[in-house]
């Protein structure tokens, strides 16, 4: 299984500590922290189950956004099954991951599912459904999955999104 990681917080990325604190975690490292490996991966694998369930592949990424707005995320996708689809004689192929970033980006911005039309896709954003969204107590918690069609992307997004929700 092939799990990409995106480092939780960088040192230039951690908000600034006085001396006294510096022994505390802060708020937003606290909430990040919460976003396990563990649940994470148990969500990823959730929606991997789910598609192959759903006999569709492609990519699947959770992300946790702590607070009530997107300013900083740590993320994880998985592959299932594949990366991509290849370009072939009448097509120019898919890039799944950059689709299902998408989805995500859609979210970041709109905390509504993605697709769900309440604006315009933006440059960067494609307007399509199998992105879910959710407010956790912690923070802002979001899966998409991107390779099979919408309604089915939807079906692997929802079960990603469960396990993150209960792990709240």
Do not use: C
Request: aromatic fraction near 4%; charged fraction near 20%.
């Amino acid at each position: 299984m092939l799990l990409l990681t995106a480092p939780a917080l960088r040192a230039q990325d951690k908000p600034a500590v006085s001396a006294p604190n510096a022994s505390k975690p802060q708020p937003a490292a606290v909430a990040i922290a919460r976003f396990s490996d563990e649940t994470s991966d148990k969500a990823l694998l959730a929606m991997k189950k789910r598609a192959e369930e759903l006999h569709i592949k492609g990519v699947a990424l959770v992300a946790f956004a702590p607070g009530d707005s997107v300013q900083s995320w740590s993320s994880k996708m998985l592959v299932v099954g594949h990366l991509k689809n290849s370009p072939a004689r009448d097509k120019k192929g898919d890039n799944l991951l950059g689709i299902a970033y998408s989805k995500a980006a859609e979210m970041a911005d709109t905390l509504k599912d993605s697709g769900s039309g309440i604006r315009p896709p933006m440059t960067g954003e494609y307007g399509w459904q199998g992105g879910m969204v959710a407010r956790g107590k912690t923070g802002i918690l979001i899966a998409a999955f991107s390779g099979g069609s919408s309604e089915d992307d939807v079906k692997a997004s929802r079960a990603g999104l469960a396990v993150l929700a209960s792990a709240q």
